[in-house]
């Protein structure tokens, strides 16, 4: 189950805030079709090999798991979706309507909610292989793809009619799939009514051992690199597709699960907001959350006092305290407590006081070098902007020149950000990001502007006063710790969070599939990849953990040792000079008395408190604490008290320590 959640609009509005109405923040369902290639060539098995790695799956059957884990993922992550599994080019024409216009179609899984029977049905399909003999049979002349589409849009049109996301995921190995041109035409028209319906077509193409799968041949004039929620969302599909190869081991059912997973979640639009440059000048731009965590959601509440669960629908009621009467809504009112009193509210001032700062916007206030933005300002989570042409045509080009002004400029923008009506403005950086590639090219991350909330002076923590006498690395201390972070750096430098699933997270989404499916409860928790490999940590680089280990003790008792003499000579000086001061003016009470107020503070040396003890260390003021003194308060907790001023004031430290003071 995937634990990293792309665009999740409205779970960070405020409890307080009301009647939002950007469009955005609707929930977005997503309706899912696959269509499965059953050829004989995706039915036919790699040969048999000795590897027990080897693939024993056909690609039609790899494609099958695929979408039994990916229902899998959806009955608990998104229960609202819809899901259908098409098969195209089977001998048997089945639409579980009576329907036969569709010519070797066959609906193995009707486009709906799935339900656990749904996914119980699957996976016995799945897994017994005999049972799907019948219906894995490929036709002789096969299926045209303009059928295919067209059986598509029939299903789109009647079960999900208004679904925001709608997407046909392709499965095949077939390049070329028509005979003539006109058949490659009626194809094109039937893919371009699929996505004037607000549909999207994504390819899977798998690659057979002895035919490499060209795209351009066919399907580049097929498939569109657009996103059914959102025309503009920063989701590139390149020209050259990495497809999936059959016959190489167990990658077939990976690379399949990886390429729908990519794609299995929509680009969602946090907002779409005018991007302000300058008076009268304005262009359209959309937010996205590119990445958060995801949590434990109770997406709903099930009464199990009958014979069968049912989801409950809930309601809220206000009651008078009095007279258990039932408050209607207009009779409320919003409150603020002001000097004792309640000072009430209408909706309608509530409402203007909420807006007073005008309407959401992103306005340029000015412009800083790159340099002048730390790394501390980070406070919160970015967002993600790219352009929109929706409001403002003409809105990427303008957004294009002054992302690439900013990069080689060196400067960042400072914006005023209001996120929706009754948000709080803050204060933003606009930062802006260059495109990312991977090795053979393809775009992992499309240029843009990253938007970054500054903090403001109370969201910073007061740092406590450094210390008089601070430990200060080595030039020998930086060598050795340098070769251990080059024994420790990650593949390539770069760190995927999509690698590290919350383990947690995993645990409970497997129980959760257990309970739905009927199935045994899992013994052993899913492997936790957060955990450091420590016997390759140790393999690696522990004799350069153990020399640095070693000269980092030495640095620190001789600095410790240099900074109690430090001390210690200091406060001989101070002494002496004090006396000298007392017998030149003669005033040796007043001296006296100093000395006495702060032990006396608490009572002497002996009921001194550890937190005074703990303060008095912190201003440095320890160490005019006299040897008597220092005796005392450590015999006061059972503390050695023998040796000299020093090693008093160490074990005072050490004790300190111990205590987290």
């Known amino acids: 189950m995937a634990d990293v959640q792309d665009n999740r609009p409205g779970e960070e509005e405020e409890e307080e805030e009301e009647e939002v109405d950007d469009s955005s923040y609707k929930t977005i369902k997503d309706a899912v079709l696959f269509a499965i290639d059953v050829s004989p060539s995706m039915l036919e098995k790699p040969p048999k090999s000795e590897d027990k790695k080897a693939e024993h799956d056909s690609p039609t059957s790899a494609a099958l798991k695929c979408a039994y884990q990916l229902m899998q993922q959806r009955i608990i992550s998104n229960p609202n979706d819809m899901m259908g599994i098409l098969l195209f080019g089977t001998e048997k024409t089945d639409l579980q309507d009576g329907d036969s216009t569709f010519q070797h179609c066959y609906l193995l899984a009707d486009l709906d909610v799935p339900s656990a029977q749904d996914v119980k049905r699957l996976r016995d399909l799945v897994n017994n292989e005999e049972d799907t003999e ?113 016959g190489e081991g167990i990658s077939l059912l990976k690379q399949l699960i990886s390429s729908i997973n990519s794609k299995a979640t929509p680009r969602r639009a946090l907002f779409t907001l005018p991007l302000e440059l300058g008076p009268d000048l304005r262009i359209g731009v959309k937010g996205y959350i590119l990445i958060k965590r995801q949590e434990h959601v109770k997406s709903c509440y099930v009464w199990v006092g009958g014979e069968k669960p049912q989801i409950v629908n809930s309601s809220t009621t206000h009651m008078a305290d009095d007279t ?25 001032e509530i409402t203007k006081i909420r807006q007073c700062f005008g309407d959401p916007v992103i306005r340029i206030v000015g412009f800083k070098p790159r340099s002048s933005l730390p ?90 006063a450094p210390p008089e006498h601070p430990l200060q690395t080595t030039d020998a201390l930086r060598d050795k710790m340098k070769i251990i972070i080059e024994q420790l750096q990650l593949p390539k430098a770069v760190y995927d969070p999509s ?15 257990a309970l739905a ?47 109690l003499a430090h001390r210690a000579k200091h406060v001989s000086q101070k002494r002496a000079g004090g006396a000298a001061a007392e017998a030149e003016h003669r005033k040796p009470a007043k001296r006296v008395k100093k ?8 009572g002497g040396a002996e009921t001194m408190t550890d937190q005074r003890m703990a303060d008095l260390n912190n201003s440095g003021q320890i160490s005019k604490q006299t040897v008597a003194d220092l005796r005392l308060w450590l015999g006061a907790r059972g503390q050695s008290t023998g040796g000299k001023k020093a090693e008093l004031l160490e074990r005072v430290q050490g004790y300190l320590e111990e205590k987290g003071l």
């Open 134 to 246: 019948g219906i894995l049979k490929p036709a002789k002349e096969g299926a045209s793809i303009a059928t295919v589409l067209f059986c598509a849009n029939t299903i789109f049109t009647t079960k999900a009619p208004n679904f925001s996301s709608r997407r046909l995921f392709l499965v095949t190995d077939n390049d070329y799939p028509v005979k003539l041109k006109a058949d490659k035409d009626t194809a094109v028209t039937r893919a371009r009514d699929l996505y004037d319906l607000g549909c999207t077509i994504d390819l899977f193409p798998i690659s057979q051992p002895d035919h490499s799968f060209d795209r351009s041949r066919f399907y580049d004039d097929l498939v569109y690199p657009t996103s059914p929620s959102d025309p503009d969302a920063p989701v590139a599909i390149p020209t050259t597709t990495n497809v999936a190869k059959s």
């Open 324 to 348: 258990a009467r039932t408050v209607e809504k207009t009779e409320l009112r919003k409150a603020y407590k002001f000097g004792g009193d309640a000072i009430t509210f209408t909706p309608d």
């Open 517 to 563: 499916l009927d199935e045994d409860i899992p013994d052993q928790p899913p492997t936790d990849k957060t955990v450091p490999r420590f016997r390759l940590i140790d393999k690696r680089c522990a004799e350069y953990i153990e020399d640095y280990g070693a000269e980092f003790t030495m640095a620190l008792d001789k600095q410790r040792h240099s900074a």
């Open 595 to 602: 000395e006495v107020n702060v032990k006396d503070e608490e």
């Open 375 to 464: 790394i501390w300002t980070n406070t919160n989570k970015s967002t993600f902007l790219y352009p929109s042409e929706a409001d403002y045509i003409g809105s990427t080009r303008v957004f294009s020149a002054l992302q690439q002004k900013l990069t080689t400029s060196h400067k960042i923008g400072l914006v005023w950000f209001i996120a929706r009506r009754n948000a709080a403005p803050i204060l933003a950086a606009l930062l802006p990001g260059t495109e990312q590639t991977n090795e053979v090219g393809d775009q992992t991350m499309p240029p843009g502007f990253w938007l970054v909330p500054l903090p403001f002076a109370d969201d910073l923590r007061q740092f406590p």
């Open 499 to 513: 690698k590290y699933p919350n383990p947690d997270l995993q645990w409970f989404y497997r129980i959760l599939q």
